[in-house]
Each structure stands twice: as C-alpha cells, then as structure tokens.
C-alpha cells in the first residue's frame, strides 16, 4: 500500500502490524516507508529475528532492538530529521530507535511486507490500520495523538521521548485489510 500525494510538508505515518492466523513463514519483515524512488527507502521494519531496524537498504542498518510483532510503528518527518518509534502496546509511551536526516522530497509513504528468497510459505501478516498525519509549517516534531484506531545520519536515543504534538491538518487513515507479500532476493 502506498501514498504518492506526500508534497514537502512534516507528516506522521503509523501503523499497528501483528502476524496474522495461519503464518508458516520464517523469513519476513513488516515495514513503515518512506520511499524517495523506486529503490531509496528509510523502512522502520519488524523481522523474523524479533527486532526491530531503522532501515536505508544499501546504506543504512541499525543494530536492531528486541521487539518483535505485535507492534505499532511510526515514522515522523519534520524538515530533513525521520525519527522512527514502535511501541508494542497501546497503553505504553513510544520508543525512538533513532533518527535519521535526508534532504530528498518524500515520494511516496506506505507498507512493505517481504518474505525472503529461503522462504517457500506465505507470510500472513494482520494490519489494523495505516494513519497519515499532515503538519502545518512547525518547526516541532510530530507526535502521537489519541487515537481512535484498536490497539544520512543515524542516531539511537537510550530513553523514551516525548514531544509536544503540533496542529493536525488532516488524518488520513486508510483501513488495509490485507497485504500481499512479495519475494525479495538475496535475503
């Protein structure tokens, strides 16, 4: 799923993912993107591992930090700075895995769900929601709202963060049913 109507203002993407009934897959990752083109990607993904990554494939890989699916993933733009949180429930404060600051114009924002060339099962992933959230000109990081929804330089915070929320311009949820896994090589 994919949103190519992104323009050059802060925004908030957000998605809860958790594997679905009748996964036999061992290799797969579920992913928040922000695509720039066709193959330059900052992904925040949950993979097969039980980690977490802050993820520009073929530049840029975090450690990765135990957390695995069931979870909810969110990536904020404010000028050129991506700050990429998950929390793995509702009731808990989000989680910075890092930052990451790129001077490109989105292109587009959505979900990747891969399962990897090893794999011969299909992967079932359950994904309640994808939100995006638009900012007025603020200067301020974007932050979690209540939510009516069910539960170039890296950097990795230690502690939680929290952060005043600017104005709301315009929700956008897009209620995703299901998704369709693709095959990706060399993984």
Request: positive net charge; aromatic residues 10%.
């Amino acid at each position: 799923m994919r949103r190519i109507d992104m323009g050059a203002a802060d925004f908030a993407i957000e998605t809860y993912v958790a594997l679905g009934a009748g996964n036999k897959n061992n290799s797969y990752e579920s992913a928040l993107m922000v695509g720039f083109d066709q193959y330059d990607l900052l992904l925040l993904g949950a993979h097969n591992d039980g980690k977490v990554y802050l993820e520009r494939p073929g530049l840029y890989s975090s450690a990765g930090t135990r957390a695995g699916l069931p979870l909810w993933l969110r990536i904020e733009k404010t000028g050129t700075l991506y700050t990429f949180k998950y929390r793995a429930s509702v009731t808990k404060p989000w989680t910075t895995l890092g930052t990451y600051t790129l001077d490109k114009p989105a292109a587009y924002v959505g979900l990747l769900e891969n399962v990897y060339d090893s794999s011969t099962a299909n992967a079932v992933f359950d994904v309640d929601y994808f939100r995006l959230e638009r900012y007025q000109g603020s200067t301020a990081t974007p932050t979690p709202i209540a939510s009516t929804f069910p539960s170039g330089t890296p950097t990795a915070p230690k502690t939680p963060t929290r952060t005043a929320t600017p104005p709301l311009i315009s929700p956008s949820p897009t209620r995703t049913p299901t998704v369709t896994p693709t095959k990706k090589n060399g993984h």
